[in-house]
């Protein structure tokens, strides 16, 4: 069946010549795919600005598809801000990933001229109009550092109404979570498409170590599958498929305005999903 929507995926910027070479396969698997765009992750408190942007240069040259940097303001100045934003229109760069970040270990609580991800999206529209389609954070369980659910919903009210285009979602395996999250973002007057993120399940170990920092819950019942495989890596990712396969469908069939893959530079994953959705044939 085919599928209408924004349909994308998520890259990180590889560290090591070893890293490198798995992105490089990763990287031809699913540019093969024809995804709506590819982003680019940004480290904390812009520990990988300079990898980003050669990662994002090398795409965008390859002219495959279009490519979304992510940006981020903790740690930041207006100035260094405003030289990375004149060097993506340089690139030709069209689509940004607007978000607040994360301050590296050892920087203190310093976040330097901007504290918040609205400040981002302001600063951007101001400095270059209408140049950058502008996407940004949402959580549909809650951003782990919210006071709660009503201060994380009136946060991302408030990037919105500074000038966001649409969202994507941090990952999650409660599709009533998400549905949920967009009734309330409606009835707070926000009309901008919120992308489901979808994490690909490769990793027990790996996917409870990054849920537990972002703020993502595992549901029991799977968590205690995903334990019963232990060593057996080819049946948890077999499991795996299915159960983000189901997810996937239950948002699409509910709805959903498309899907942003994260995809950890793995391609079988994320194109093993592709496939079984009709996403080929879009």
């Known amino acids: 069946m085919s599928r209408a929507g924004s349909f994308s995926f998520e890259f990180f910027p590889p560290r090591s010549d070893d890293a490198a070479a798995r992105f490089a396969e ?7 795919l024809r995804p709506d765009y590819v982003s680019v992750t940004f480290g904390a ?9 050669d990662t994002v240069a090398a795409l965008q040259q390859g002219g495959e598809v279009p490519v979304a940097p992510h940006i981020s303001c903790i740690g930041a100045t ?21 978000l607040r970040g994360d301050l590296p270990s050892g ?9 918040y991800a609205s ?6 529209r101001r400095e270059t109009g209408d ?36 969202a994507i979602t941090q990952y999650f395996f409660n599709a009533d979570a998400y549905f949920r999250f967009c009734e309330a973002a409606t009835a707070a007057g926000v009309a901008v498409p919120i992308i489901p993120g979808v994490m690909p399940i490769t990793n027990y170990t790996q996917l409870a170590r990054f849920s537990a920092a972002c703020g993502a819950e ?28 189901a997810l996937c469908r239950r948002l699409l069939d509910g709805g959903a305005p498309g ?24």
Do not use: C
């Open 119 to 124: 400040d981002l999206v302001a600063f951007i």
């Open 26 to 32: 990763a990287r031809e698997a699913l540019l093969a």
């Open 218 to 245: 595992i549901p029991r019942w799977l968590a205690r599958r995903l334990e019963d495989f232990d060593d057996d890596l080819d049946g948890l990712r077999a499991f795996g498929v299915d159960v983000t396969l």
């Open 45 to 53: 408190g812009g520990s990988t600005r300079d990898l980003t942007l």
């Open 107 to 115: 920087m203190g609580d310093t976040p330097g001229e901007f504290r």
């Open 131 to 166: 140049w950058f389609h502008l996407e940004v954070a949402a959580y549909p369980e809650v951003h782990p550092q919210a006071r709660g659910a009503r201060a994380d919903l009136d946060a991302f009210v408030r990037k919105v109404r500074a000038g966001a285009d649409g």
């Open 259 to 282: 899907l942003h893959f994260y995809t950890l530079n793995r391609a079988e994953p994320t194109a093993a999903l592709w496939r079984a959705l009709g996403l080929a044939e879009r």
């Open 78 to 98: 207006a100035a260094s801000l405003r030289e990375l934003l004149e060097a993506y229109r340089a690139l030709g760069i069209r689509r940004l990933v607007a």
